[in-house]
């Protein structure tokens, strides 16, 4: 087709492993599925267009995400619809018309946000841009990075499309004033690891070197480690030795970024078999090889644990963000939420010492699974951008300077 290869930009902001991972995540499949008919850039909107003083938001966010009443006050500042009106205004003064003429430059064919700070800026640049140099305007579409609860600020009327990845997901957004029609649940955008659902969960432990008959537990605090994870492991690792004994089972405690905790786990005396890692690359194979996960409730490792079959006790949340997906996984009863160790402790080696139970629950928990979002999602967009642009001149073998004409035309 002529109006081929597509032009994509992502939009993100590097508060959050997330957004990366999403953006990621979808570059893959916009790649897998149109090949050299596809050119993809992901940009981080307030680090590389906006500048300074908003290119520090990466840094704030890593601040504020250690200390949880910080979080809620920024968390609701953003959302309450005063400040959230009065940031929102701020940006368009500041920052409209360095993306305005971003944009211009650019030219993008797709823009998809993965972040909630994106949209309404970037929506009302469009429509100017509409009007005077862009013809026809870029296919504007949001995906959701949230799992259980999401942001208002996700939402924009003008959003071509919304991908969002849960049924309570869509109640929220419909709330906020989007059309049903414009709002599609496929699954949050995970890597193409989970892209497939299959488990051979034997078989990733012979792979990973682990005994094939041993149970294996994994614990994670998300891309940095967070939570209590120390103190949670010890409290595992003890309740498995007194009621399942030494050899009950397995612990992998993945630390991600935290080395401080690396270390200090590694020094530890363990009465159970317990391996440590730092930031690990291939985690849908230890999530394969997994019985079940303790983790704090960040959508990405929920959504993949999904694709795992694997249940979940979630010892930590984000509060406001990551309350939603905890809501999710217990409302659905895919696993519990405790911040008690001793009650995670007790609860993993009970769960493990009733196979059947595990595995109702793991087949439970990949019901969930929806592991083609990010191929969805990006088949999808092609289908919009052929046939918005299918009826436009041929584009193919136009020098650059040319495509500027052809947008003025
Ligand atoms: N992750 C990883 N290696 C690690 C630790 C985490 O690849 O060593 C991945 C994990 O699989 C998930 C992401 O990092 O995809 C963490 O995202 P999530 O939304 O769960 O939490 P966040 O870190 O953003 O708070």
Partial sequence: NSVWPMKVLILMSETGGGHRASANALTDAFKHLYKDNVSVSTVDL?????????STY??????VAKYPVMWMVVYWYGKLPPTRWFQEQMWQVMVHDKLKAFLSETQPDVI???HPMV???????????RCIDLKPTPIFSTVVTDYGDAHP??????SEMTYIPSEPVRTLAIKFGMKNSKLKVYGLALRREFWDDKTDRFGKREKLGLSVSKPVILLMGGGDGMGNLELISEAVARHINKELGPNGAKLVIVCGNNRKLKTSLANHTWPVEVEVLGFTDNISEWMEASDL?????????????????????????LPGQEEGNMQFVVDNDLGIYSTDADVIGATASEWLGDPERLAE???RAKTFAMPSASIDIARDLGVVYGNTYSSL???????SEMREEFYDA
């Fill in 46 to 54: 307030w680090v590389e267009i906006a500048g300074w003083p908003f």
């Fill in 58 to 63: 990466p840094w704030w966010y890593r601040l």
């Fill in 112 to 114: 998809v946000s993965v």
């Fill in 119 to 129: 949209n309404r800026l970037t929506n009302n640049v469009l429509r100017r841009i």
């Fill in 153 to 158: 600020m996700w939402f924009n009327k003008d």
């Fill in 293 to 317: 996960l303790v983790t704090k409730a960040g959508p990405g490792t929920v959504a993949e644990a999904f694709v795992k079959g694997l249940p979940m006790i979630i010892f930590a949340y």
């Fill in 361 to 363: 629950m793991r087949r």
């Fill in 393 to 399: 001149p041929s584009r193919v073998g136009l020098p």
